[in-house]
């Protein structure tokens, strides 16, 4: 299963774009990237998940090089409640999809 | 509402006792997973399991065991209740393709377990 590498924190001022990169070098061919955020007490929740280029949805984007070694998860100008730490997974194609492993992700910390 | 719901929210057992955590999914998810997560840690996949009646180990098995008789229910069970079983344990589930559109896992809110 692919390792993933990610910074341990991140700090941000409110209004502020912050992108958080994920290294994942041994990425097999079949894997998605998919990444969680999850807020103190509570399970992780769905994120954003991507193949390559470029996924965006109501909450985030995802960019992924055309060699997948890498991702990077923008959040467009954060507020206070996206004090959270966010993982990055790879993975997820049948048969390896009950396997995913986490990380201890990146601790995003945002303040006025 | 549907999800994944787990109970009990929290629980205090002394060592040596045993106990069951119960997880139920109301998605007709074939996945569900159990995973421990120790402070200012990542979470552990504890047991899996791809589908009723299979179940599988992850990267921390000892000292649990699960079973799958339904898709809804995938109880988690300490057999004898040990200090460094002190954690918060998230029961997950996801559709058999968790790629594209599917959304990922779905994890409960977690259950609080104090060892003393």
Known sequence: LAKTTQPISMDSYEGQEVNITCSHNNIATNDYITWYQQFPSQGPRFIIQGYKTKVTNEV????????????????????LSDTAVYYCLVGGNTGTASKL?????TRLQVTL | NAGVTQTPKFQVLKTGQSMTLQCAQDMNHEYM????????????????????????????????NVSRSTTEDFPLRLLSAAPSQTSVYFCASSSIITTGESGGYTFGSGTRLTVV
Do not use: C
């Open chain 1, 60 to 79: 985030a984007s995802l960019f992924i090089p055309a060699d997948r070694k890498s991702s990077t998860l923008s959040l467009p100008r954060v507020s």
């Open chain 1, 101 to 105: 492993t986490f990380g201890t992700g």
């Open chain 2, 33 to 64: 997973s159990w995973y421990r997560q120790d402070p200012g840690m990542g979470l552990r996949l504890i047991h899996y399991s791809v589908g009723a009646g299979i179940t599988d180990q992850g990267e921390v098995p000892n000292g649990y």
